[in-house]
């Protein structure tokens, strides 16, 4: 029970959270919408700032982070960095006549240009794991694995019969998820108490055990790919769209309804199917090394064309101010 003048860790996370939100308002002339609640016995909510970009740039970046709830801080540094540093001396959140002013004072002349393509910073897409200091939702559900928007798919993917296929490295392959999760479910979430004894000593002898029995990549699998079926085990998908997504959705394609909070359309009067290309960075952390960044891609056309944008590893932005060294991760 928390004394009268403790503060729990919680409660440090939520402060975090509320400070967040007055850190988003650094540059002028932002729109932002910060009404998405998902959870409200936790006082948790998806915030999304958007940025104008130049009128009639048809490009829209979407800045994702706290996907998997506790890694959001490292993507909410990202995104404080580049609101504060990085935004403004790229034109973002000054009008015309104010960066005539600037290049002016630095003995430069202005081209007004549309390359400033629009921005969407959604701050915490699971604040409840960010909160909690937790991986998954408060629904227990991996949301890299939930992004399923068809009806017939989610009744497809909860049977346990459900195979699922995939191309790696030009390979196609089909796996069960849910029906090779069931076979190690007694190993990977055991329905017992810990103990120092069975999962710090005999785990790994367990382990051992199910690689000679089924193999590196059966188990990889199970523990990687995730499961639709066993709500209490790990990775799951869930049975339908969550209300993270949900709220995501209703921003950046939904249909105006003021007890779901602004749209992308009332900021900018277009939603997202409006813009000619739309860029996602979704922010993670835990691959590649400390302290830099990796850009991992699912396709090796794809790995090229990053080759070719940062031939030497490294991407100066803005003559050099900021630098950002760049690590080529492919799997």
Same mark, same amino acid.
């Given at each position: 029970?928390?004394?009268?003048?403790?503060?729990?860790?919680?409660?440090?996370?939520?402060?975090?959270?509320?400070?967040?939100?007055?850190?988003?308002?650094?540059?002028?002339?932002?729109?932002?919408?910060?009404?998405?609640?998902?959870? +409200?016995?936790?006082?948790?909510?998806?915030?999304?700032?958007?940025?104008?970009?130049?009128?009639?740039?048809?490009?829209?970046?979407?800045?994702?982070?706290?996907?998997?709830?506790?890694?959001?801080?490292?993507?909410?540094?990202?995104?404080?960095?580049?609101?504060?540093?990085?935004? +403004?001396?790229?034109?973002?959140?000054?009008?015309?006549?104010?960066?005539?002013?600037?290049?002016?004072?630095?003995? *430069?002349?202005?081209?007004?240009?549309?390359?400033?393509?629009?921005?969407?910073?959604?701050?915490?897409?699971?604040?409840?794991? &960010?909160?909690?200091?937790?991986?998954?939702?408060?629904?227990?559900?991996?949301?890299?694995?939930?992004?399923?928007?068809?009806?017939?798919?989610?009744?497809?993917?909860? *049977? &346990?019969?459900?195979?699922?296929?995939?191309?790696?490295?030009?390979?196609?392959?089909?796996? &069960?998820?849910?029906?090779?999760?069931?076979?190690?479910?007694?190993?990977?979430?055991?329905?017992?108490?810990?103990?120092?004894?069975?999962?710090?000593?005999?785990?790994?002898?367990?382990?051992?055990?199910?690689?000679?029995?089924?193999?590196?990549?059966?188990?990889?699998?199970?523990?990687?790919?995730?499961?639709?079926?066993?709500?209490?085990?790990?990775?799951?998908?869930? *049975?339908?769209?969550?209300?993270?997504?949900?709220?995501?959705?209703?921003?950046?394609?939904?249909?105006?309804?003021?007890?779901?909070?602004?749209?992308?359309?009332?900021?900018?009067?277009?939603?997202?199917?409006?813009?000619?290309?739309?860029?996602?960075?979704?922010?993670?952390?835990?691959?590649?090394?400390k302290g830099m960044d990796t850009l991992?891609?699912?396709?090796?056309?794809?790995?090229?064309?990053?080759?070719?944008?940062? *031939?030497?590893?490294?991407?100066?932005?803005?003559?050099?101010?900021?630098?950002? +060294?760049?690590?080529?991760?492919?799997?």
């Open positions: 029970k928390k004394k009268k003048g403790e503060s729990s860790k919680i409660d440090f996370f939520f402060f975090f959270l509320k400070k967040k939100k007055k850190t988003l308002l650094s540059i002028k002339n932002l729109y932002t919408n910060l009404t998405k609640k998902v959870s +409200p016995e936790l006082d948790c909510s998806v915030d999304i700032c958007y940025v104008p970009g130049s009128a009639s740039n048809k490009h829209l970046i979407i800045h994702v982070s706290g996907v998997h709830g506790v890694e959001g801080f490292a993507g909410s540094a990202i995104q404080i960095f580049l609101l504060r540093q990085v935004l +403004p001396h790229l034109g973002y959140g000054k009008t015309e006549l104010e960066n005539t002013y600037i290049a002016s004072q630095a003995g *430069q002349e202005y081209k007004s240009d549309d390359d400033r393509p629009h921005i969407v910073f959604v701050h915490s897409l699971n604040p409840t794991g &960010m909160a909690m200091g937790r991986r998954f939702t408060i629904d227990n559900i991996d949301l890299n694995r939930n992004v399923i928007f068809d009806e017939d798919k989610w009744k497809q993917v909860t *049977q &346990m019969s459900y195979t699922a296929e995939a191309e790696i490295n030009g390979e196609k392959t089909s796996y &069960m998820p849910n029906r090779e999760y069931s076979n190690f479910r007694w190993f990977l979430t055991p329905n017992r108490m810990p103990s120092f004894w069975k999962d710090d000593v005999w785990f790994w002898a367990q382990t051992a055990w199910q690689l000679l029995l089924y193999g590196f990549d059966a188990l990889s699998k199970v523990v990687v790919t995730g499961q639709y079926h066993d709500p209490k085990g790990l990775y799951y998908g869930g *049975q339908k769209l969550s209300p993270e997504h949900e709220a995501l959705t209703h921003f950046l394609l939904g249909k105006k309804d003021l007890s779901k909070g602004l749209r992308l359309e009332d900021m900018c009067d277009r939603n997202v199917k409006g813009f000619d290309k739309v860029s996602l960075i979704d922010v993670h952390t835990g691959l590649g090394k991992l891609t699912s396709y090796v056309h794809d790995y090229k064309k990053l080759k070719q944008i940062f *031939q030497n590893d490294e991407d100066y932005v803005k003559d050099g101010i900021f630098f950002f +060294p760049v690590l080529f991760y492919y799997m």
